[in-house]
């Protein structure tokens, strides 16, 4: 399984970003994908989750109503789109992806930067 992410960048403060993942190789066996963030000197927080089957989704309190997350199966891509964006939400964003086969699985990540 290779998952690769891009879309990050700098971006003032209520701004917007598009992160996407692209996932390869034994994606049939995916139960769930979802993005994950670590700032510097914290550990990793969930961002949010998309099960493949169903869609259904779940968010962190502190990005609900900003962030969405969506999956184009057919496409194997994750996505995850950022409104409104805060300084707080400065971050090195790592997507993931669930496997009853073969595990957890992760992306090398991709930095997002909010300037205020």
């Known amino acids: 399984v290779q998952l690769v992410e891009s879309g990050g960048g700098l971006v003032q403060a209520g701004g917007s970003l598009r992160l996407s993942c692209a996932a390869s190789?034994?994606?049939?066996?995916?139960?769930?994908m979802g993005w994950y963030r670590q700032a510097p000197g914290k550990q990793r927080e969930l961002v949010a989750t998309i099960t493949i089957g169903g869609g259904s989704t779940n968010y962190a309190d502190s990005v609900k109503g900003r962030f969405t997350i969506s999956r184009d199966n057919a496409k194997n891509t994750m996505y995850l789109q950022m409104n409104s964006l805060k300084p707080e939400d400065t971050a090195v964003y790592y997507c993931n992806a669930a496997s009853w086969v073969t595990g957890d699985h992760w992306g090398q990540g991709t930095q997002v930067t909010v300037s205020s």
């Open positions: 190789g034994s994606t049939f066996s995916f139960n769930a």
